[in-house]
């Protein structure tokens, strides 16, 4: 699991970084309340990487997916990309979960499978 979450936060760590360039073009916005959030949320994203398996790890990853969806009220590009990557991080979460499974099984019957060297 820790792998294909850790790859679906680092594209959203990049989609984070060019969406703070396009929210800087607003003139309502700050340039450095723009990249206070936008590092804020990219350092997360690489903090997730590393505690993905952690209990809570995939709830602040899905703390992160709401997140990107409501910049969506800044830059509306990302209400889409928010979208893509939420589905992402389900994709990542559901399928890294069977993975593991199938790795433990995996593990467990070579294990057993193996004479011991007595």
Sequence with gaps: MR???SSTLIGEFFVIGF??????????????TVWTVSGIAMFLCVL????V???GGVA???????????SGFI???????????AALWWAS???????????ARFAAQSDSSTPDAA
């Design 3 to 5: 792998t294909l979450c």
């Design 19 to 32: 969406a703070g360039l396009v929210a800087m073009k607003d003139p309502d916005l700050s340039m450095s």
């Design 48 to 51: 997730l990487c590393g505690v």
């Design 53 to 55: 398996t952690r209990p």
């Design 60 to 70: 602040l990853g899905w703390a992160l997916q709401i997140a990107l969806i409501a």
């Design 75 to 85: 830059v509306s590009t990302m209400f889409i990309l928010g979208v893509i990557f």
């Design 93 to 103: 979460v559901h399928y890294g979960r069977k993975v593991d499974e199938a790795k």
